[in-house]
């Protein structure tokens, strides 16, 4: 079953989404070279108890945190820690999540710390471009997959024109999202289209690919949370939670409505 939002339940959970931008947007103007990603973690908490929500992830199956703070060849649900401090050349991908009246808002950014390679820039901007594909791919009527092939169709694009081949990480992907962050159904980041769920009015979706500039291959730490690419090659995060509405696809997540 695929949780189906009222239009209220959907101003709902805009707002939400609207105190994880706005949190992104914190983040991302303190991260700078010489600041640990406790640090981070700190002002998102505060900008997220600020608009009288509750951070998503903190306690999520015992997670510490009010972000996942993913640095270089972390993937995704990095540990922040007062040990990990930026340096410039970095990149790191910061996931957040609030609960404002019950709702989820979910959503990752990858930013560059003072000046970073042009591969990774790259890479960042491949991520950011198949999760714009993906949400354009939402549509009333269409079905789950036709989201994950244009995922994967715009990484292979963007693949081919950067003359790099990125890795595709396949274990994890969007999801179901509205009074829980992770419900119904698994969104892959690859596939063939016209599969799955059919789309309707008033479902939501958290859409996510990530890609590294190596191969698809992870690893998880001993911390039980920290996903790594196997080989050490770079990672990149991008995220936002979309509704599916009369009008085509609502960005919840965006600093603005898009
Ligand atoms: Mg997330
Ligand atoms: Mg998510």
């Known amino acids: ?10 101003q709902a959970m805009r707002a939400a989404g609207l105190v994880v931008a706005r949190t992104l947007a914190a983040v991302a103007e303190a991260a700078k070279a010489g600041t640990s990603t406790a640090e981070l973690d700190e002002i998102a908490e505060q900008t997220i108890r600020d608009a009288g929500a509750v951070p998503s992830f903190k306690g999520y199956h015992g997670f510490p945190a009010s972000i996942c703070a993913s640095v270089n060849e972390q993937i995704v649900h990095g540990i922040p820690a007062p040990s990990q401090v930026l340096a410039d050349g970095d990149i790191i991908s ?15 950014v990858t930013l560059a710390i003072g000046t970073v390679s042009a591969a990774d820039l790259a890479l960042s901007e491949a991520t950011k471009a198949a999760m714009w594909a993906g ?10 997959t036709d989201i994950s092939h244009a995922v994967q169709t715009s990484a292979e694009a963007t693949s081919l024109a950067d003359g790099i081949k990125y890795g595709m990480i396949l274990e994890y992907g969007g999801h179901g999202i509205g009074t829980e962050m992770h419900m119904d159904p698994f969104l ?21 690919p990530m890609l590294t500039g190596g191969g698809g291959e992870t690893l998880e730490l001993d911390d039980g949370w920290t996903v790594v690419t196997a080989d050490g090659s770079r990672a990149a995060h991008w995220e936002h939670t979309v509704a599916i509405t009369e009008d085509g696809p609502w960005v919840l997540t965006a600093p603005e409505d898009v």
């Open 1 to 10: 079953m695929i949780e189906i939002k009222t239009p209220g339940e959907l």
């Open 94 to 108: 910061v996931d957040c999540g609030a609960i404002l009246d019950g709702w989820h808002g979910d959503s990752a």
């Open 135 to 144: 949400v354009e791919a939402v549509k009333a009527g269409g079905r789950l």
């Open 188 to 208: 892959p980041n690859v596939g063939k289209p016209g599969k799955g769920p059919r789309l309707k009015v008033g479902m939501a979706l958290a859409i996510e």
